[in-house]
């Protein structure tokens, strides 16, 4: 069966520092990759979407990157973190067949200071 | 532009009865929907679908009624447990040229769910 990790559960980081967080899906291959923020009292927004190993596609325009280096594997960073970064990060994958419906990781709660 | 609105941002129902949760969309677009139920601190857990070809699909306690006209969505539990009290976010999905989406989903800011015993 298909699994999806995200790491770490809760980040805790200082304006002006660099971010990474990283996803990987196991159990199939040439996902479709997404990763989504919720901010407070708001829904899930999409930030980045990924159909293969190095194609990057962004939603909105933000301080944050995505990279797709291995197949299976999704890389959400910042070279310097804002405060408007704070958030729940969540990573998910969707069958390149089907595209729906998405399963999502457990997130990343990333608090800025 | 919010294109996939949940206007309660809370529901209280009682346990055996039914909870009804609504969405409503403005994109015509939108061609696929789903219901996810998330609990604090993990991620959203998918529950049920529905293509814009139907009306009405169900499983289990669970139903979603799709009414293309007004668009509008709903989701019924039924009957209600407490287990179920979470938050319930709608998404909506349209394909884009080429009849292609990559799966891209809009969500609404969810509502929130308590069942009581």
Redesign the interface.
């Known amino acids: 069966s298909q699994t999806i990790h995200q790491w770490p559960a809760t980040l805790v980081q200082p304006v002006g520092s660099p971010l990474s967080l990283e996803c990987t899906v196991e159990g199939t291959s040439n996902p479709n990759l997404y990763w989504y923020r919720q901010a407070a009292g708001r829904g899930l927004q999409l930030l980045f979407y990924s159909v293969g190993i190095g194609q990057i596609s962004s939603e909105v325009p933000q301080n944050l990157s995505a990279s797709r280096p291995q197949d299976r594997q999704f890389i959400l960073s910042s070279k310097k973190l804002l405060l408007s970064d704070s958030g729940f990060y969540l990573c998910a994958w969707s069958d390149p067949n089907n595209n729906q419906p998405q399963h999502f990781g457990d997130g990343t709660r990333l608090s800025i200071l | 532009d919010q294109q996939?609105k949940?206007n309660s941002p809370s529901l209280s129902v009682q346990e055996g009865r039914i909870s009804i949760l609504n969405c409503d969309y403005t994109n015509s677009m939108f061609d696929?929907f789903?219901w996810?139920k998330k609990y604090p601190?993990?991620?959203?857990?998918?529950l049920i679908?529905i293509s814009s070809i139907k009306d009405k699909n169900e499983d289990g306690r669970f139903t979603v009624f799709l009414n293309k006209s007004a668009k509008h969505l709903s989701l019924h539990i039924v009957p209600s447990q407490p287990g179920d009290s979470a938050v319930y976010?709608c998404?909506a999905?349209a394909r884009g040229a080429g009849g292609t989406?990559?799966?891209?989903?809009?969500?609404?800011?969810?509502t929130i769910l308590t069942v009581h015993p």
């Open positions: 996939v949940q696929y789903l996810y601190a993990e991620g959203p857990t998918f679908s976010f998404a999905s989406s990559y799966g891209k989903l809009t969500f609404g800011q969810g």
